[in-house]
């Protein structure tokens, strides 16, 4: 099993930045990916960004690309997603996500096997 636990969410202006974390406990996978999604209300989850593991292969969403950047620290497992340039439309709960065992990263939220808990984003006009 694995524990994801999302850190990082807030209000924030148009225009400006937040970095969200994902930390993970328990088992390690040789081979996974740790992706994020986002859901806002009344609307489907969707793909923001994913990592691979190992390696350094990275996957975003058209509309967030250019904007946030998906990063992880080796040491500790962690996953941050920088997201600058905010939009009020990005307004969503972000989710965590990891599936394993695999080198190319799904875009749709059925195929990863663990979840973190989410954290609220929130960008005021």
């Known amino acids: 099993q694995v524990q994801l636990v999302e850190s990082g969410g807030g209000l924030v202006q148009a225009g400006g930045s937040l970095r969200l974390s994902c930390s993970a406990s328990?088992?390690?996978?040789?081979?996974?990916?740790r992706g994020w999604f986002r859901q806002a209300p009344g609307k489907e989850r969707e793909f923001i960004a994913a990592?691979?593991?190992?390696?350094?292969?990275?996957w975003y969403a058209d509309s967030v690309k250019g904007r946030f950047t998906i990063a992880k620290d080796n040491r500790d497992r962690t996953v941050y997603l920088q997201m600058n340039t905010l939009k009020p439309e990005d307004t969503a709960i972000y989710y965590c996500a990891e599936v394993r065992a695999i080198t190319l990263a799904p875009r749709t939220w059925p195929e990863y096997d663990y979840w973190g808990q989410g954290t609220q984003v929130t960008v005021s006009p």
């Open positions: 990592i691979s593991w190992p390696g350094v292969k990275t």
């Open positions: 328990g088992t390690i996978f040789d081979m996974y990916i």
